[in-house]
Protein backbone atom coordinates (compact mmCIF):
# COMPACT_ATOMS: atom_id res chain seq x y z
CA UNK A 1 0.00 0.00 0.00
CA UNK A 2 1.17 3.69 -0.92
CA UNK A 3 1.98 6.02 1.27
CA UNK A 4 -1.17 7.97 1.66
CA UNK A 5 -0.59 12.09 1.03
CA UNK A 6 -2.73 14.12 3.08
CA UNK A 7 -4.71 16.41 0.24
CA UNK A 8 -8.36 17.05 -0.26
CA UNK A 9 -8.11 15.89 -3.48
CA UNK A 10 -7.65 12.27 -2.24
CA UNK A 11 -11.03 13.15 -0.56
CA UNK A 12 -14.32 13.52 -1.71
CA UNK A 13 -17.65 14.57 0.45
CA UNK A 14 -20.67 12.01 -0.56
CA UNK A 15 -24.14 11.57 0.26
CA UNK A 16 -24.82 8.45 2.09
CA UNK A 17 -28.09 6.81 2.30
CA UNK A 18 -28.35 7.41 6.17
CA UNK A 19 -26.37 10.00 7.48
CA UNK A 20 -26.70 13.10 4.96
CA UNK A 21 -22.94 13.99 3.49
CA UNK A 22 -19.80 12.53 4.56
CA UNK A 23 -16.39 12.13 3.79
CA UNK A 24 -14.83 9.07 1.84
CA UNK A 25 -11.21 8.70 0.76
CA UNK A 26 -10.28 7.75 -2.86
CA UNK A 27 -7.03 5.73 -2.13
CA UNK A 28 -6.08 3.29 -0.18
CA UNK A 29 -3.97 4.71 3.29
CA UNK A 30 -2.08 3.10 6.10
CA UNK A 31 -3.25 3.64 10.19
CA UNK A 32 -2.07 6.55 11.11
CA UNK A 33 -2.53 8.33 8.14
CA UNK A 34 -3.59 12.10 8.19
CA UNK A 35 -6.66 12.85 6.37
CA UNK A 36 -6.44 16.78 7.31
CA UNK A 37 -5.45 19.41 9.45
CA UNK A 38 -7.07 22.48 10.36
CA UNK A 39 -7.24 25.32 12.69
CA UNK A 40 -10.21 26.83 13.91
CA UNK A 41 -12.75 29.22 12.66
CA UNK A 42 -13.69 30.14 15.53
CA UNK A 43 -12.95 29.03 19.19
CA UNK A 44 -13.42 30.11 22.78
CA UNK A 45 -11.57 28.87 26.30
CA UNK A 46 -13.81 26.67 27.92
CA UNK A 47 -15.22 27.92 31.54
CA UNK A 48 -13.40 25.93 33.29
CA UNK A 49 -10.23 26.75 32.39
CA UNK A 50 -10.70 30.58 31.42
CA UNK A 51 -8.52 31.51 34.26
CA UNK A 52 -5.57 29.61 33.18
CA UNK A 53 -5.35 29.52 30.13
CA UNK A 54 -4.23 32.16 26.72
CA UNK A 55 -7.17 33.26 25.21
CA UNK A 56 -5.11 33.70 22.39
CA UNK A 57 -2.71 30.69 22.03
CA UNK A 58 -4.61 28.35 24.51
CA UNK A 59 -1.28 28.02 26.38
CA UNK A 60 -0.81 27.22 30.05
CA UNK A 61 -0.02 29.93 32.42
CA UNK A 62 0.43 31.29 36.18
CA UNK A 63 0.90 34.74 35.44
CA UNK A 64 -1.82 35.74 32.73
CA UNK A 65 -2.27 39.52 31.54
CA UNK A 66 -6.05 40.25 32.20
CA UNK A 67 -7.72 42.44 29.45
CA UNK A 68 -8.01 45.85 31.21
CA UNK A 69 -11.53 46.38 30.65
CA UNK A 70 -13.49 43.41 30.62
CA UNK A 71 -10.91 41.30 32.87
CA UNK A 72 -12.40 38.21 31.44
CA UNK A 73 -9.55 37.45 28.65
CA UNK A 74 -6.01 36.34 29.57
CA UNK A 75 -3.47 36.54 27.64
CA UNK A 76 0.42 35.16 28.43
CA UNK A 77 1.87 38.59 26.79
CA UNK A 78 1.30 41.46 24.53
CA UNK A 79 2.10 39.83 21.78
CA UNK A 80 -1.04 37.16 22.45
CA UNK A 81 -2.88 40.10 23.23
CA UNK A 82 -2.34 41.51 20.01
CA UNK A 83 -2.81 38.48 18.15
CA UNK A 84 -6.49 37.65 20.12
CA UNK A 85 -7.74 41.19 19.78
CA UNK A 86 -9.39 40.78 16.49
CA UNK A 87 -11.81 38.20 18.05
CA UNK A 88 -11.75 39.84 21.28
CA UNK A 89 -12.88 43.48 20.04
CA UNK A 90 -16.18 43.06 19.28
CA UNK A 91 -16.95 40.76 22.51
CA UNK A 92 -14.48 43.05 25.71
CA UNK A 93 -17.42 45.16 26.35
CA UNK A 94 -20.42 42.58 25.86
CA UNK A 95 -18.22 40.70 28.95
CA UNK A 96 -17.66 43.50 31.16
CA UNK A 97 -21.49 43.91 31.50
CA UNK A 98 -21.74 40.32 32.21
CA UNK A 99 -22.16 39.39 36.13
CA UNK A 100 -22.05 35.90 35.10
CA UNK A 101 -20.10 33.65 32.53
CA UNK A 102 -21.71 32.59 29.56
CA UNK A 103 -21.72 28.93 28.68
CA UNK A 104 -19.08 27.84 26.23
CA UNK A 105 -21.20 27.77 23.47
CA UNK A 106 -23.66 30.55 24.10
CA UNK A 107 -19.40 32.64 23.93
CA UNK A 108 -18.55 30.57 20.61
CA UNK A 109 -22.01 31.87 18.90
CA UNK A 110 -21.70 35.48 20.36
CA UNK A 111 -17.69 35.20 18.29
CA UNK A 112 -19.62 34.01 15.39
CA UNK A 113 -22.37 36.56 14.99
CA UNK A 114 -20.47 39.28 15.52
CA UNK A 115 -17.75 39.01 13.28
CA UNK A 116 -20.36 37.61 10.64
CA UNK A 117 -23.43 40.02 10.69
CA UNK A 118 -23.75 38.82 6.92
CA UNK A 119 -24.33 35.47 7.17
CA UNK A 120 -28.26 35.64 7.48
CA UNK A 121 -27.78 37.12 4.37
CA UNK A 122 -26.02 34.19 2.59
CA UNK A 123 -28.36 31.25 3.57
CA UNK A 124 -29.70 30.85 0.24
CA UNK A 125 -26.04 30.56 -0.99
CA UNK A 126 -24.67 28.64 1.89
CA UNK A 127 -27.47 26.13 1.15
CA UNK A 128 -26.75 25.67 -2.22
CA UNK A 129 -23.22 25.28 -1.21
CA UNK A 130 -24.03 22.46 0.59
CA UNK A 131 -25.45 20.40 -2.16
CA UNK A 132 -21.84 20.05 -3.57
CA UNK A 133 -19.23 17.69 -3.30
CA UNK A 134 -16.74 19.91 -1.54
CA UNK A 135 -15.48 20.59 1.82
CA UNK A 136 -17.77 23.62 3.90
CA UNK A 137 -15.48 26.60 4.32
CA UNK A 138 -17.69 28.81 6.47
CA UNK A 139 -20.86 27.74 9.40
CA UNK A 140 -23.45 28.66 7.00
CA UNK A 141 -22.64 25.95 4.98
CA UNK A 142 -22.75 23.38 7.47
CA UNK A 143 -26.00 21.46 8.38
CA UNK A 144 -28.54 22.06 11.11
CA UNK A 145 -30.23 18.90 11.28
CA UNK A 146 -33.54 20.80 12.51
CA UNK A 147 -35.86 18.60 10.81
CA UNK A 148 -34.38 15.91 12.72
CA UNK A 149 -34.81 17.56 16.10
CA UNK A 150 -37.43 16.10 18.94
CA UNK A 151 -39.19 18.55 20.99
CA UNK A 152 -37.13 19.34 23.81
CA UNK A 153 -34.03 19.72 21.49
CA UNK A 154 -36.22 22.55 20.07
CA UNK A 155 -36.66 23.67 23.35
CA UNK A 156 -33.30 24.07 23.92
CA UNK A 157 -32.45 25.95 20.49
CA UNK A 158 -35.25 28.62 21.65
CA UNK A 159 -33.89 28.78 25.21
CA UNK A 160 -30.30 29.80 23.22
CA UNK A 161 -32.06 32.13 21.13
CA UNK A 162 -33.11 34.00 24.08
CA UNK A 163 -29.63 34.08 26.17
CA UNK A 164 -28.42 35.14 22.90
CA UNK A 165 -30.69 38.23 23.29
CA UNK A 166 -30.21 39.04 26.20
CA UNK A 167 -26.26 38.72 25.89
CA UNK A 168 -25.92 40.63 22.51
CA UNK A 169 -29.15 43.04 22.35
CA UNK A 170 -29.44 45.53 19.85
CA UNK A 171 -26.73 43.94 17.74
CA UNK A 172 -28.81 40.83 16.98
CA UNK A 173 -32.10 43.01 16.39
CA UNK A 174 -32.00 42.44 12.62
CA UNK A 175 -31.94 38.42 13.09
CA UNK A 176 -34.95 36.76 12.67
CA UNK A 177 -35.56 33.59 15.93
CA UNK A 178 -35.23 31.32 12.44
CA UNK A 179 -31.94 32.17 12.07
CA UNK A 180 -31.10 32.69 15.36
CA UNK A 181 -32.29 28.92 16.01
CA UNK A 182 -31.00 27.56 12.85
CA UNK A 183 -27.53 28.67 13.63
CA UNK A 184 -27.36 27.23 17.16
CA UNK A 185 -28.32 24.11 15.81
CA UNK A 186 -25.02 24.15 13.75
CA UNK A 187 -23.37 24.92 16.33
CA UNK A 188 -24.55 22.36 18.65
CA UNK A 189 -23.95 19.29 16.21
CA UNK A 190 -20.66 20.52 14.20
CA UNK A 191 -18.88 22.26 16.99
CA UNK A 192 -15.68 20.02 18.45
CA UNK A 193 -14.51 20.05 22.11
CA UNK A 194 -10.87 21.29 21.85
CA UNK A 195 -8.51 18.73 23.59
CA UNK A 196 -5.69 18.52 25.16
CA UNK A 197 -2.53 16.02 24.03
CA UNK A 198 -3.80 14.06 27.09
CA UNK A 199 -7.69 14.44 25.86
CA UNK A 200 -8.36 17.06 28.58
CA UNK A 201 -11.17 19.68 27.20
CA UNK A 202 -9.94 23.00 27.44
CA UNK A 203 -12.25 24.73 24.63
CA UNK A 204 -15.37 24.63 22.29
CA UNK A 205 -14.30 25.37 18.57
CA UNK A 206 -15.95 25.47 14.89
CA UNK A 207 -13.71 23.29 12.54
CA UNK A 208 -15.82 22.94 9.18
CA UNK A 209 -14.05 20.56 7.44
CA UNK A 210 -13.55 18.06 10.59
CA UNK A 211 -17.58 18.63 10.38
CA UNK A 212 -17.94 16.86 7.48
CA UNK A 213 -16.84 13.29 9.30
CA UNK A 214 -19.34 11.21 10.07
CA UNK A 215 -19.95 9.52 13.59
CA UNK A 216 -19.61 5.46 14.48
CA UNK A 217 -18.48 4.19 17.63
CA UNK A 218 -16.49 1.96 15.77
CA UNK A 219 -14.64 4.56 14.09
CA UNK A 220 -11.97 4.13 11.79
CA UNK A 221 -10.28 7.46 12.50
CA UNK A 222 -9.57 9.51 15.79
CA UNK A 223 -9.48 13.63 15.65
CA UNK A 224 -6.53 14.79 17.86
CA UNK A 225 -5.54 18.22 19.04
CA UNK A 226 -2.10 19.84 18.67
CA UNK A 227 -2.96 23.27 20.33
CA UNK A 228 -5.67 24.66 18.41
CA UNK A 229 -5.24 22.33 15.58
CA UNK A 230 -7.30 19.63 14.31
CA UNK A 231 -5.85 16.39 12.70
CA UNK A 232 -7.95 13.56 11.88
CA UNK A 233 -5.79 9.92 11.33
CA UNK A 234 -6.63 6.41 10.16
CA UNK A 235 -7.12 4.16 13.38
CA UNK A 236 -6.68 1.17 10.94
CA UNK A 237 -5.73 0.45 7.35
CA UNK A 238 -8.30 1.37 5.22
CA UNK A 239 -9.45 0.56 1.62
CA UNK A 240 -10.19 2.86 -1.47
CA UNK A 241 -13.88 4.03 -1.50
CA UNK A 242 -14.35 3.66 2.56
CA UNK A 243 -16.17 6.39 4.38
CA UNK A 244 -13.64 7.68 6.91
CA UNK A 245 -15.95 8.04 10.24
CA UNK A 246 -15.26 9.57 14.09
CA UNK A 247 -16.65 9.21 17.50
CA UNK A 248 -18.91 12.25 18.58
CA UNK A 249 -19.07 10.33 21.99
CA UNK A 250 -16.69 9.20 24.95
CA UNK A 251 -16.69 5.67 24.28
CA UNK A 252 -16.44 4.79 28.23
CA UNK A 253 -20.22 5.40 28.38
CA UNK A 254 -22.81 2.88 28.42
CA UNK A 255 -24.73 2.29 25.25
CA UNK A 256 -27.56 3.85 27.02
CA UNK A 257 -25.40 7.34 27.73
CA UNK A 258 -23.87 7.66 24.10
CA UNK A 259 -27.82 7.23 22.44
CA UNK A 260 -29.04 9.79 25.07
CA UNK A 261 -26.32 11.91 23.97
CA UNK A 262 -26.15 11.35 20.04
CA UNK A 263 -30.14 11.93 19.96
CA UNK A 264 -29.64 15.17 22.22
CA UNK A 265 -26.90 17.00 20.65
CA UNK A 266 -26.90 15.73 17.27
CA UNK A 267 -30.62 14.28 16.68
CA UNK A 268 -29.72 10.91 15.10
CA UNK A 269 -29.35 7.36 16.42
CA UNK A 270 -25.95 5.21 15.78
CA UNK A 271 -26.90 1.42 14.01
CA UNK A 272 -23.30 0.46 14.60
CA UNK A 273 -22.84 -3.28 16.11
CA UNK A 274 -21.75 -1.60 19.22
CA UNK A 275 -24.88 0.12 19.99
CA UNK A 276 -26.32 -3.12 19.33
CA UNK A 277 -24.64 -5.51 21.00
CA UNK A 278 -24.55 -4.26 24.85
CA UNK A 279 -21.94 -5.52 27.14
CA UNK A 280 -21.96 -2.18 28.90
CA UNK A 281 -22.19 -4.43 32.12
CA UNK A 282 -21.48 -7.93 32.77
CA UNK A 283 -22.71 -9.49 35.96
CA UNK A 284 -20.85 -12.44 37.57
CA UNK A 285 -22.25 -14.24 39.90
CA UNK A 286 -26.17 -13.17 39.06
CA UNK A 287 -25.64 -10.34 41.92
CA UNK A 288 -28.35 -8.09 40.67
CA UNK A 289 -27.28 -5.17 42.75
CA UNK A 290 -23.69 -4.65 41.76
CA UNK A 291 -24.22 -2.77 38.75
CA UNK A 292 -26.52 -0.14 40.77
CA UNK A 293 -23.72 -0.32 43.63
CA UNK A 294 -21.09 0.11 40.56
CA UNK A 295 -23.63 3.46 39.41
CA UNK A 296 -24.51 4.77 42.84
CA UNK A 297 -20.77 5.19 43.88
CA UNK A 298 -19.40 6.49 40.47
CA UNK A 299 -21.67 9.31 40.57
CA UNK A 300 -20.98 10.24 44.01
CA UNK A 301 -17.36 10.24 43.42
CA UNK A 302 -17.59 12.55 40.33
CA UNK A 303 -19.66 14.79 42.53
CA UNK A 304 -17.08 14.78 45.47
CA UNK A 305 -14.21 15.35 42.68
CA UNK A 306 -16.67 18.32 41.04
CA UNK A 307 -16.59 19.82 44.64
CA UNK A 308 -13.27 19.49 45.29
CA UNK A 309 -12.92 16.89 47.83
CA UNK A 310 -9.66 15.84 49.29
CA UNK A 311 -8.55 12.79 47.14
CA UNK A 312 -8.10 10.85 50.63
CA UNK A 313 -11.51 11.01 51.05
CA UNK A 314 -12.18 9.92 47.72
CA UNK A 315 -9.75 7.43 48.47
CA UNK A 316 -12.18 6.34 51.18
CA UNK A 317 -14.69 6.11 49.74
CA UNK A 318 -13.95 4.15 46.72
CA UNK A 319 -11.54 1.66 48.42
CA UNK A 320 -14.22 -0.84 49.94
CA UNK A 321 -16.46 -0.88 46.85
CA UNK A 322 -13.63 -1.46 44.00
CA UNK A 323 -12.59 -4.43 46.36
CA UNK A 324 -15.81 -5.78 46.93
CA UNK A 325 -17.34 -5.57 43.42
CA UNK A 326 -14.16 -6.89 41.43
CA UNK A 327 -15.48 -10.54 41.86
CA UNK A 328 -18.94 -9.16 40.74
CA UNK A 329 -18.38 -7.39 37.94
CA UNK A 330 -16.57 -7.86 34.35
CA UNK A 331 -13.36 -6.07 34.17
CA UNK A 332 -14.63 -4.04 31.20
CA UNK A 333 -17.63 -2.91 32.88
CA UNK A 334 -17.97 0.82 32.37
CA UNK A 335 -18.28 2.41 35.67
CA UNK A 336 -15.47 -0.27 37.43
CA UNK A 337 -13.04 1.67 35.14
CA UNK A 338 -14.06 4.94 35.65
CA UNK A 339 -13.93 4.42 39.14
CA UNK A 340 -10.80 2.92 38.83
CA UNK A 341 -9.30 6.13 36.97
CA UNK A 342 -10.50 8.06 39.48
CA UNK A 343 -9.25 6.09 42.47
CA UNK A 344 -5.52 6.42 40.73
CA UNK A 345 -6.19 10.10 39.95
CA UNK A 346 -6.78 10.83 43.87
CA UNK A 347 -3.43 8.33 44.64
CA UNK A 348 -1.63 10.31 42.26
CA UNK A 349 -2.62 13.86 43.85
CA UNK A 350 -1.60 12.58 47.13
CA UNK A 351 1.66 10.86 46.41
CA UNK A 352 0.53 7.61 46.93
CA UNK A 353 2.42 5.93 44.09
CA UNK A 354 2.47 2.34 44.56
CA UNK A 355 -1.35 2.50 44.75
CA UNK A 356 -1.83 4.35 41.83
CA UNK A 357 0.20 2.22 39.94
CA UNK A 358 -2.06 -0.76 41.32
CA UNK A 359 -4.90 0.87 40.29
CA UNK A 360 -3.21 1.82 37.04
CA UNK A 361 -2.43 -1.63 36.03
CA UNK A 362 -6.01 -3.04 37.02
CA UNK A 363 -7.28 -0.29 34.93
CA UNK A 364 -5.22 -1.00 32.17
CA UNK A 365 -6.42 -4.85 32.21
CA UNK A 366 -9.43 -3.21 31.34
CA UNK A 367 -8.33 -0.83 29.16
CA UNK A 368 -7.01 -3.33 26.69
CA UNK A 369 -10.28 -5.75 26.87
CA UNK A 370 -12.37 -3.00 25.67
CA UNK A 371 -10.51 -0.61 23.63
CA UNK A 372 -9.52 -1.59 20.00
CA UNK A 373 -5.46 -2.22 20.16
CA UNK A 374 -5.10 1.39 18.38
CA UNK A 375 -6.80 3.90 20.13
CA UNK A 376 -5.76 7.09 22.25
CA UNK A 377 -7.52 5.85 25.27
CA UNK A 378 -5.44 2.90 25.54
CA UNK A 379 -2.37 4.48 24.93
CA UNK A 380 -2.76 7.24 26.92
CA UNK A 381 -3.68 4.82 29.85
CA UNK A 382 -0.12 2.82 28.99
CA UNK A 383 1.63 6.64 29.36
CA UNK A 384 0.50 7.04 32.54
CA UNK A 385 1.15 3.64 33.92
CA UNK A 386 4.48 3.73 32.34
CA UNK A 387 5.54 6.94 33.89
CA UNK A 388 4.61 5.65 37.50
CA UNK A 389 6.75 2.52 37.06
CA UNK A 390 9.65 5.14 35.98
CA UNK A 391 8.76 7.13 39.19
CA UNK A 392 9.01 4.19 41.23
CA UNK A 393 12.57 3.34 39.21
CA UNK A 394 10.74 0.13 38.13
CA UNK A 395 12.90 0.61 34.70
CA UNK A 396 12.19 -2.51 32.77
CA UNK A 397 8.70 -2.21 33.23
CA UNK A 398 8.08 0.84 32.28
CA UNK A 399 10.55 0.56 29.01
CA UNK A 400 7.44 -2.20 27.91
CA UNK A 401 4.91 -0.09 28.86
CA UNK A 402 6.22 3.19 26.96
CA UNK A 403 7.02 1.50 23.94
CA UNK A 404 3.89 -0.19 23.66
CA UNK A 405 2.36 3.54 24.43
CA UNK A 406 4.34 4.89 21.97
CA UNK A 407 3.14 2.61 19.20
CA UNK A 408 -0.30 3.51 19.74
CA UNK A 409 0.23 7.60 20.05
CA UNK A 410 2.58 7.78 17.31
CA UNK A 411 -0.67 6.45 14.70
CA UNK A 412 -3.35 8.38 16.45
CA UNK A 413 -1.24 11.49 17.75
CA UNK A 414 1.48 11.78 14.98
CA UNK A 415 5.18 11.39 15.63
CA UNK A 416 5.42 15.26 15.50
CA UNK A 417 3.30 15.87 18.07
CA UNK A 418 4.24 17.28 21.83
CA UNK A 419 2.84 14.51 23.86
CA UNK A 420 4.56 12.05 21.86
CA UNK A 421 7.66 13.73 21.85
CA UNK A 422 7.51 13.89 25.22
CA UNK A 423 7.22 10.31 25.69
CA UNK A 424 10.53 9.70 23.30
CA UNK A 425 12.16 11.85 26.49
CA UNK A 426 10.89 9.38 28.79
CA UNK A 427 11.56 6.33 26.64
CA UNK A 428 14.82 7.29 26.17
CA UNK A 429 15.73 8.23 30.14
CA UNK A 430 14.29 4.17 30.44
CA UNK A 431 16.97 2.67 27.86
CA UNK A 432 20.05 5.06 28.95
CA UNK A 433 18.75 3.29 32.34
CA UNK A 434 18.28 -0.45 31.27
CA UNK A 435 21.93 0.46 29.35
CA UNK A 436 23.58 1.58 32.57
CA UNK A 437 22.40 -1.12 34.40
CA UNK A 438 23.36 -4.00 32.28
CA UNK A 439 26.81 -1.97 32.25
CA UNK A 440 26.97 -2.47 35.95
CA UNK A 441 26.30 -5.82 35.82
CA UNK A 442 28.94 -6.92 33.50
CA UNK A 443 31.36 -4.75 35.74
CA UNK A 444 30.39 -6.47 38.54
CA UNK A 445 30.43 -10.42 36.73
CA UNK A 446 34.08 -9.41 35.92
CA UNK A 447 34.95 -8.59 39.34
CA UNK A 448 33.76 -11.73 40.41
CA UNK A 449 35.40 -13.45 38.06
Known sequence: MAEFIESTANLQIRKTPKKGRGVFVNVAARKGSRFISEDPLFWVVSTARIN???????????????????????????????????????????????????????????????RDQ????????????????????????LCSHMDNMKEDAQLQLAEGTTLLKILLGSLIEHWSVSDLMEIIAKVRCNSFTICTGE???????????????????????????????????????????????????????????????LMSQYSFQCDCSKCFIVTDTQIVDDDDDAAEIASSTLTLLQTMRKDGKSGLNILSKCQPVLKDLQCKISSTDINMMKMLDIAMDAAINNQLWEEALQYGLQSLESYREYFPEVHPCLGLQMFRVGKLHLYLEHISEAHVLLKQAERILEITHGRQHSLVGDLITQLHHCEEELRHRRLMRTENRALLL
Open 199 to 261: LQPIGLGMYPMAAMFNHSCEANCVPTFDGLKISIRALKDINEDDELTISYVDLMSTAKERAQQ
Open 118 to 141: NAAKRRAVATAMSAFSVFPTCVDE
Open 52 to 114: DLCHACCSNGTSLLKCSKCKFARYCNKLCQRSGWSDHKLECEILSTCQQTPPDTIRLLSRIIL
